[in-house]
């Protein structure tokens, strides 16, 4: 997550999250940042298809089903009782909570246009499994309880409730024996297999506004819409839809897993944004709930997208788009947009966006999406080159003042600011790095930014050229000879690598981290540096090799063994652009083991508890070992996408991020 150093990051973490309005305080937003643009047509209509539908849109809820564009919402709900004190309600369920008593949620299939959810909970002893599936335009939900032991002998109650959300207009009311939903374009029932008056136990008592169904949770409890099933109809639709989608997985062979993976992950993480009207997948739910409802993160929504890409053109095409979409004032994209319309006014992250929009065309071909593209992206690319070169190198800064200030983010104008830009937040290489207050610049010549950049160059190059606009392909090919001439000097013949300097004294840093393998992905290195860098560094079992790879400082390093956030525990954005690096040069052998290993460390949470983490321990390979690693944020699947690529195309054929 990367945004305010690990203590930030421990502390929302264990924080007990709230529940957030479904609106916001006008005074709430932020005045001084001017409304979005619609977009293009193309792009209206993209989203339009996107935000159709019954799914798990709702950012509080994974046990909620919502209908876009309605706004029509079942809410699944568990009481729970006892005979003397201590009843609970829990009304929303998220994926990856920490704090105490929280509910654990076990996720499971989420199809892309969620034809097909599966889950499990467990909440105070009990344990249920609920399943979602499309039946046409019409929806049904299994609840299933599981065998368990809960707290109290007295069974639990299951609720459905029904709304509309985010200020949609429309009515509900309980009708007989169903709940009769009525909006301006159409009416929908709600009907539910507890209605059965064998076995309807309606509690009156229950923390719910509006109409609900409410039962004892001792058998099956199904819930249709648009007509009144019972529960052998909904169980067979159920398990139709599970096999269509066991069969949609197999169908991509080696990589299925894979796609199992990241279509299950960027399913219970996208999410309906209803300030900006649009579909979107934030890091996690987790993280936007924080945050008032969602947060645009740049380069972690950048692989989103790229990810996205293995089945969902349109949400991967709006998951770039929306990250450029967010850009500040100054032209740059911010290292967060949130709810309210607030942003990093001060900062940008890693520039990732034009390898990202590149890869994305030469997936699909769809011009349309590069000319929505272009622009902000060109922007962004001058206004690195503008604001953060300090004696001919790239480094990371922190604007402070830039408007509109965000009053309650301490770290603008600071030297921690500077270093959020990177995305690294607490990394050990910037632990003697010098902040300039005059210059708001880190005095650091980073190796990590320039190649990344250096990058960005070259596709945002390739796609003015795909465009016909010469005159920027010709600029940005002069910034990006500019700033290679500029890394080659940071080449080290003793170290055999490249090297972050420092600027305040004009002494290399010995610091070796990942990003010290980034000229690799900017195409920097000779074949002779680019073999030295990976036999002598990469392969090195006392720096960057081992069981699990690859760490985000050197084994060596006093800072590994504190595997706390980015000192010393394995990213996947970390792994993703090494690997795009390793396919630039011709050694498949390494590039496949590289592959193989990020592959193994991905498929050890995955298999054994369905989580897709932030970080990974670099010694164990576990995730759950330290409360900073989100349990399900997408990023983490990049370890997957590396084996994906590496099967899908020959090892040394260019790779398309």
Known sequence: MKRFGAAWSVAILLSALPIIARGQLPRSRNAAQPPLA?????????????????????????????????????????????????????????????????????????????????????????????????????????????????????????????????????????????????????????????ENPANAQEDVNLPVSGPYFSTDFVQPVGISTGAHLGIDRIQAIVERASEAYQQSVAKNGKTADVVDAIQTVLGWDTIYEPEGRRVISPVSRVWSVTWGGYVIFDWDTFFAA????????????????????SETQQGFVPNYARSGDWKSSDRSEPPVGSITVLGLYQRFHDRWFLQEAFAPLLRWNRWWAENRDMKGYLTWGSDGKNAPENLDDTSRGTRAGAILESGLDNSPMYDDAVYDATTHKLEFADVGLMSMYIADCDALATVADTLGEAAAAKEIRERSARYRTQLATLWNSDAGIFLNKDLHTGQFSTRLSPTNFYPLLAKAATPQQAEAMIRNHMLNPKEFWGEWIIPSIARDDPAFKDQEYWRGRIWGPMNYLVYLGLRNYNDPEVSGQFAQKSYELFLQEWKKNGHVHENYNAMTGVGDDVRSSDRFYHWGALLGYIQYLQTQSRPNVEATP
């Open 306 to 325: 790229t990810m996205a890409s293995v089945g969902d053109r349109d949400l991967a095409y709006a998951d770039a788009i929306e990250t450029l979409r």
């Open 38 to 194: 619609p977009g293009s047509a193309r792009y209206q209509q993209l989203q339009q298809r996107l935000a159709s539908g019954w799914n798990t849109w709702d950012v509080h809820s994974v046990t909620t089903q919502a209908l876009l564009p309605d706004g029509l919402a079942i809410h699944v709900g568990l009481k729970h009782n006892t005979t003397l004190w201590q009843d609970a309600f829990l009304g929303d369920a998220l994926i990856g909570r920490l704090n105490p008593d929280a509910e654990q949620v076990f996720p499971g299939p989420h199809s892309w246009e969620g034809s097909y959810t599966d889950l499990r909970l467990s909440w105070k002893g009990h344990e249920l499994r609920l399943q979602t599936a499309h039946d046409g335009s019409n929806l049904v939900m299994l609840a299933t309880p599981l065998p368990s032991r809960p707290l109290s002998p007295l069974p639990a109650t299951i609720v459905f409730s029904v709304s509309y959300l985010w200020d949609r207009p429309g009515s509900v009311t309980k009708e007989a024996i169903q709940i009769e939903a009525r909006g301006p374009s159409r009416s929908i029932a709600i009907y539910c297999t507890c």
